[in-house]
């Protein structure tokens, strides 16, 4: 089995990276491996699926962060002879955190490499291909606005997301029209949130769905109409941690494997991390699933603590 590791160097610090490269060369001396840094967006997604494609059996660690994975799932999905994972070296590290105390076992390069492999549902969105969360309301906004208050002098980092979620809850409309198709019928209104998820952890640490499963064929799909700025920050803390539940006036949730929705002014989407506009979308299970490798004994079942209400297809 062939190990390739796809390092994209714009994810963390220069010398973790060397410390990075020089621990591959150690634990995976003797064995068919080969490490390439990436070049360009979209470098991940060409090596991977030109892995698929030669046929050989091949695991893939996407070193960087969640855009990085979301190029290997987008390479990979569809190929039976190839596994991907994560080998976290970004900021958000979002889907991960899906595996609870476990995805600090990510790092563990040995571990991984003898770990197993699960076949994982895939969403797709007009074509492009995510394995975690969609979302298209102000939290799609506001993370799509964080490249653009990165580039202001003393803006770093955290400091980007807190301005941009500042400037567009508190100086932009929170809700946008939109039409919504989901299980049968056909919503038309302004929203402020609409959050699709395979995954359960997107924005740094939000968990709109406590017990979302990234393998049952289901999408679960919350739905936040128009509300005012005090109702949007009361429901937003309780959104964040997965109780959405407690909002039965103000958040629908649906239970489906597709989703479609439309609107006259151009539509935000976040596909994992990834930054998508047009006026029309259609987001459902793909028909291609991506194998992933993880750690021995790491799970992404939810906490048994968790109570929602009962989840339907």
Not at 51 to 73: F, H, K, M, P, Q
Not at 236 to 242: D, T
Not at 286 to 293: A, D, H, L, T
Request: contains cysteine; aromatic residues 8%.
């Amino acid at each position: 089995m062939k190990h390739l590791f796809l390092i994209n160097p714009t994810a963390g610090k220069e010398n973790a990276l060397r410390a990075l490269e020089g621990e591959i060369t150690e634990l995976f001396a003797g064995l068919d491996y080969e490490m390439v840094v990436t070049e360009y967006a979209g470098h991940a997604e060409k090596l991977t699926r030109a892995a698929g494609e030669s046929g050989e059996a091949v695991r893939v660690y996407a070193c960087g962060g969640d855009g990085t994975l979301n190029e290997v799932v987008c390479g990979g999905a569809g190929f039976d002879n190839l596994a991907v994972t994560h080998v976290p070296t970004g900021t958000g590290n979002d889907f991960l955190k899906i595996f609870g105390e476990g995805a600090e076992r990510f790092r563990d390069l040995i571990a991984l490499r003898e770990g197993p492999q699960t076949a994982l549902d895939v969403m797709d969105c007009n074509g492009r291909l995510g394995l975690d969360i969609v979302c298209a309301g102000v939290d799609a906004r506001v993370a799509a606005d964080v490249p653009k208050y990165k580039s202001l002098p003393l803006v770093r980092g955290a400091g980007a997301y807190i301005l941009s979620l500042l400037v567009n809850i508190f100086f932009k409309d929170l809700a946008r029209p939109m039409t919504v198709a989901v299980e049968g019928q056909t919503l038309s209104q302004d929203f402020t949130i609409l959050c699709i998820c395979n995954g359960r952890h997107y924005g740094g640490g939000f968990m709109p769905v406590a017990d979302a499963l990234p393998d049952d064929g289901i999408l679960d799909v919350l739905l936040v109409p128009k509300v005012s700025l005090f109702t949007f920050l009361r429901l937003v803390k309780k959104y964040a941690v997965g109780r959405y539940w407690e909002f039965p006036n103000q958040v629908q949730a649906f239970h489906t494997d597709r989703v479609e929705f439309s609107s006259p002014q151009p539509i935000t989407v976040v596909v994992d991390g990834e930054v998508m506009v047009d006026h029309s979308f259609t987001v459902s299970i793909s028909g291609k699933k991506v194998n992933f490798f993880h750690p021995e004994g790491v799970s992404y079942a939810p906490a048994p603590s968790i109570s929602t209400p009962a989840r339907r297809l």
